[in-house]
């Protein structure tokens, strides 16, 4: 049996070791339960092979040793879990299926996303009751035009993922085996992002207060040095050439590049 998808339904966290959590049932040395949460790996399956300690690029795994556990005596503990880039390569080449990537962003990551969540929502609020700060028409025409078209982007996943992507069995529609590069994923290579930054400017747009504009800026700034060249790097050795390609055909955020690039393929 494998790793249970659903283990932060069904089991217990009993505590934690180096920060990671331990999920239960843990009797030593005989049940040791799973360890970590977004990169889990079962105990009880797990027989020390040393596979995902090979395969992980970023080195997140460590040895502990468990002696007198039946499958084996050491196993790989993921000290480093924040870090994993998601290229799911531990979890689709453990022999024993023992180990659980979970798409699901780090706390760090969460963090910026629930600012730039609160800028847009403020923003927004703010220059629909209060009117804009500086009390300029245009912009705010042009921040609310913006809307919907951000909208679009934003739900680019939910929309192209689920048939194109063919997203593992029994877990989310992130988790897709191929690469989807039609759509709006022809138009450029991170929709979803591009969605938050088009939003963020139709609330600065819209409230056109100073407030708006430096968390605005900042998340944004954050999210292209900090955010993208991560989740790419996990996308190359996830798809390999076929993202190299990909990324040479398909910008990464220009709206305007892309369209171009995509009406030329298309008469071509």
């Known amino acids: 049996m494998p790793i249970d998808p659903d283990f932060q339904k069904n089991r217990e966290k009993v505590g934690k070791e180096e920060g990671i959590a331990i999920w239960g049932p843990v009797e030593p040395p005989e049940k040791l339960g799973i360890r ?13 092979c040393g596979t995902c300690i090979e395969a992980c690029p970023v080195q997140l795994y ?23 880039i998601q290229c799911f390569q531990c979890d ?22 629930c ?15 209060m009117g804009p700060y500086l009390g300029l028409r245009i912009p705010l025409y042009i921040g609310w035009a913006m809307v919907p078209i951000s909208l679009f982007f934003m739900v680019a996943p939910g929309i192209y993922f689920p048939k194109k992507g063919r997203p593992q069995e029994g877990k989310t529609t992130m988790d897709t085996t191929v690469l989807v590069d039609s759509g709006t994923y022809g138009i450029v290579r991170h929709p979803q992002f591009l969605g938050g930054i088009m939003l963020t400017s139709a609330s600065i747009l819209v409230s056109q207060h100073w407030l708006s504009a430096v968390v605005g800026i900042l998340t944004a700034v954050w999210g292209y040095t900090g ?3 991560k989740e790419e790097k996990g996308l190359i050795i996830r798809f390999g050439d076929d993202y190299r390609r990909y990324m040479q055909r398909v910008p990464r955020l220009n709206l305007i590049v892309g369209l171009i690039r995509l009406l030329r393929e298309r008469r071509s």
């Not at 889990?40 to 797990?46: I, N, R, S």
């Not at 790989?76 to 879990?81: D, L, N, V």
């Not at 689709?92 to 996303?113: D, T």
Request: glycine share 6%; net charge neutral; charged share 20%.
């Open 92 to 113: 689709k080449r453990c022999p024993v299926q023992a180990i659980r990537v979970i798409f699901w962003p780090s706390g760090w990551f969460m963090a910026m996303n």
């Open 36 to 48: 970590g949460t977004t990169v889990a790996v079962d105990w009880d399956l797990c027989t020390g």
């Open 62 to 84: 460590e040895w502990k040793d468990t002696p007198s556990h039946p499958t084996s005596e050491k196993k790989a503990f993921p000290s480093r879990e924040s870090d994993c």
């Open 115 to 129: 600012l730039m969540l609160a800028q847009i929502i403020v923003g927004v609020a703010y220059g629909t009751f």
């Open 227 to 229: 955010y993208l060249p």
